[in-house]
């Protein structure tokens, strides 16, 4: 359920706030998910009682803040909508399998 809303939220947001340029949009939230590369250094790669938030080095709090700074400048909005998008249903991940909402 957790990765279909990766998928299923962008496409929500798009076909709400972006429908002239929707394909490009979707593009890019989709493209925010290579955020998980950084689950690559972690041991095992994948876990799934982990929570991402705090753990992993791009899920971490001061690059949390630099996505949400990201939405307010028009040339990377998009981007940062999509990082944040992540970082929330990350973070509501954490809370549904673990009971807290970051490590």
Same mark, same amino acid.
């Given at each position: @359920?957790?990765? &279909? %809303?990766?998928? =299923?939220?962008?496409?929500? $947001?798009? !076909?709400?706030?972006?429908?002239?340029?929707?394909?490009?949009?979707?593009?890019?939230? @989709?493209?925010?998910? =290579?955020? +998980? $590369?950084?689950?690559? %250094?972690? #041991? *095992?790669?994948? +876990? *799934?009682?982990? /929570?991402?938030?705090? &753990?992993?080095?791009?899920? !971490?709090?001061?690059?949390?803040?630099?996505?949400?700074?990201?939405?307010?400048?028009k040339k990377v909005r998009l981007v !940062?909508? !999509? =990082?944040?998008?992540?970082? $929330?249903? #990350?973070?509501?991940? /954490?809370?549904?399998?673990?009971?807290?909402?970051?490590?």
């Amino acid at each position: @359920m957790h990765i &279909f %809303l990766h998928f =299923l939220i962008p496409a929500i $947001v798009v !076909g709400l706030f972006f429908r002239r340029d929707w394909q490009w949009a979707y593009f890019l939230l @989709m493209a925010t998910m =290579l955020v +998980d $590369v950084d689950h690559l %250094l972690a #041991d *095992p790669v994948y +876990d *799934p009682n982990r /929570c991402s938030i705090g &753990f992993h080095p791009l899920h !971490g709090f001061f690059l949390i803040a630099v996505y949400l700074s990201l939405t307010f400048f028009k040339k990377v909005r998009l981007v !940062g909508i !999509g =990082l944040v998008i992540h970082m $929330v249903l #990350d973070s509501i991940d /954490c809370q549904m399998t673990n009971g807290v909402w970051y490590v």
